[in-house]
């Protein structure tokens, strides 16, 4: 079955500081690609997709590009902000309804 | 902006109690979702529903039933609450299939805790 595997957290950066967060997925056929955030007491917002490979998802200064090659869909921002303290789900649907999400990642900003 | 509301945020409920969490979406979406999401295991779908009176299990639909007799409500039940049970429940909706490139908006999340 499909499967996402994203890094564990706690990450901890000062602001303006370079972020990645890793994720790497199992699927059949062509799945698209997601990056879901949470921030503290809300439910869960997307922030960015890709449908196909070598789609590069933008928003809000992150970007994540689908990797078929390497099954992967990374989370980077340039700099981050105080404000960007949340945690961060990657997911996938190979099709229908179903998501999968990852465990998620808690990314900490400090000034 | 789609609105999904969940009516209770925060329930504590006694072990073999009935429990009803409720939700409804604003934007006349056809499918909606019910998600449970615990520490280290991300979330994870319970049922999920793509028309009235239509439903499929999700990932882990033991312990719990659903029902959506008006398009725009869509309600999670726990027949006999268990302690097991004690997590934060997350409703969705969406207008058409997520595949195809149709977004999943999520409720708030009602914290619920079994004694």
């Known amino acids: 079955g499909n499967s996402v595997t994203q890094m564990e957290g706690p990450v901890t950066l000062s602001e303006e500081a370079f972020l990645t967060i890793n994720c790497t997925y199992t699927a059949t056929g062509y799945p698209s690609l997601f990056w879901y955030v949470q921030y503290p007491g809300e439910g869960l917002q997307l922030l960015l997709k890709?449908?196909?490979?070598?789609d590069k998802g933008s928003n809000k200064g992150f970007e994540a590009t689908y990797r078929k090659e390497t099954t992967s869909f990374h989370l980077e921002k340039g700099s981050v902000q105080v404000s960007d303290s949340a945690v961060y789900f990657c997911a996938l649907t190979g099709g229908g309804n179903k998501l999968t999400f990852g465990t998620g990642t808690q990314l900490k900003v400090e000034l | 902006d789609v609105k999904v509301t969940q009516s209770s945020r925060y329930l504590v409920k006694r072990t073999g109690e009935k429990v009803f969490l409720e939700c409804v979406q604003d934007?006349?979406?056809?499918?909606m979702f019910w998600y449970r999401q615990d520490p280290g295991l991300g979330l994870r779908l319970i049922y999920f529903s793509y028309d009235v009176k239509m439903k499929e299990k999700g990932d882990i639909p033991e312990g719990y039933s659903v029902s959506r007799e008006k398009k725009e409500r869509f309600s999670l039940i726990l027949e006999s609450a268990s302690t097991n049970q004690t997590s934060m429940y997350l409703c969705?909706?969406?207008?058409?299939?997520?595949?195809?490139?149709?977004?999943?908006?999520f409720g708030e999340g009602s914290w619920l805790t079994v004694v």
């Open positions: 934007m006349d979406h056809e499918n």
């Open positions: 890709a449908t196909k490979a070598d």
């Open positions: 969705a909706s969406s207008l058409g299939g997520v595949a195809f490139g149709n977004t999943i908006y």
